[in-house]
């Protein structure tokens, strides 16, 4: 792939990322517990390590993150964002190296990390492990989000990587 | 998606399931009373079985909390994005609700909880 076309899918997987975060605003899924969504703009990220340089990659994540906080959010949903995706980032990379995971599991590992990562912002920002009791269903949400994510991304994988 | 892929979702949803069935039923079963805590000190301990309201006026802002018919809800705060407000009643022993702008968290004991040490008194430590 040239340059040029990852500069391109850069651009295109960031502005893609913005309008998955607007449509998820617009269908907010709540059942008491903030955290648990499905989180439909990481599908940029996941389809990105999929056939991208993980630097773009990476790139597309840090711009996703600041221009979706700014626009939809603050500056400390920004920071909650940036420390759950860029733990997700380097856990997907992990795992996306060891042998016998496809998208799929990688995704899975992803949102796990990604709920966990916030977590434990949020536990040191109140100072207390109250936060924690929040630990089993953001597990169990993450993983059943990443799995869904990561059954996306592959679909469309097979479309963009020919 | 491959046999490790379902093996690592089964094995996270076994891990997620154990872990809230333990914190279901480790400490005392029976809540009692909800600790508030700002920025890690502890604010106030208010019992469960009283009902009022709890306003929490500080640097970081404002938030109000209910207590009645045994659990508590955040009914209002004045931070930017209101998550705290979303949270359900919480009742049950280890429940919480946080707001994180404001650096609060509430969170439900039972008489053997550890913790907040002043039971019973609606002691304001600050």
């Given amino acids: 792939m040239k340059k040029t076309e990852q500069i391109a899918y850069c651009a295109m997987l960031t502005a893609l990322s913005m309008i998955f975060s607007y449509i998820e605003a617009l269908l907010p899924l709540s059942i008491g517990i903030p955290g648990v969504k499905l989180g439909l ?3 940029v990220v996941v389809t990105g390590l999929s056939f991208l340089p993980v ?10 993150v600041t221009l979706v906080s700014f626009l939809f959010g603050n500056f400390s949903i920004w920071i909650y964002s940036m420390a759950g995706g860029v733990l997700s980032f380097f856990v997907m990379l992990a795992v996306k190296r060891r042998k016998g995971f496809s998208l799929v599991g990688v995704s899975i590992a992803g949102g796990v990390s990604h709920n966990a990562g916030q977590l ?3 536990a040191l920002t109140v100072k207390s492990l109250a936060p924690l009791y929040y630990l089993p269903v953001l597990i169990a949400a993450g993983a ?7 059954i ?9 990587v020919r | 998606m491959k046999k490790k892929d379902v093996f690592l979702l089964m094995l996270l949803l076994a891990a997620a399931a154990a872990a809230a069935i333990f914190l279901r039923f480790s400490g005392e079963q029976e809540a009692r009373r909800i600790v508030v805590t700002v920025d890690g000190a502890v604010f106030g301990t208010y019992s469960l079985f009283e009902e009022r309201t ?6 970081f802002g404002h938030n109000r909390i209910v207590i009645e018919n045994g659990s508590a809800y955040m009914e209002a705060a004045d931070c930017p994005d209101k998550y705290c407000m979303t949270y359900k009643p919480v009742s049950r022993t280890n429940e919480s ?4 702008p404001h650096r609060l968290a ?6 053997g909880s550890t913790g907040g040490k002043q039971t019973e008194i609606d002691g304001i430590a600050q």
């Fill in chain 1, 144 to 150: 059943v989000a990443g799995a869904v994510i990561g």
């Fill in chain 1, 41 to 43: 703009s990481n599908l």
């Fill in chain 1, 55 to 64: 630097g773009w990659v990476f790139l597309v994540l840090v711009l996703k």
């Fill in chain 2, 106 to 111: 509430v969170r439900v004991e039972g008489a």
């Fill in chain 2, 54 to 59: 709890v306003d929490v006026e500080n640097a």
């Fill in chain 2, 97 to 100: 609700i946080i707001c994180l």
């Fill in chain 1, 152 to 160: 996306v991304s592959q679909r469309v994988q097979k479309h963009i």
């Fill in chain 1, 120 to 122: 434990a912002v949020a």
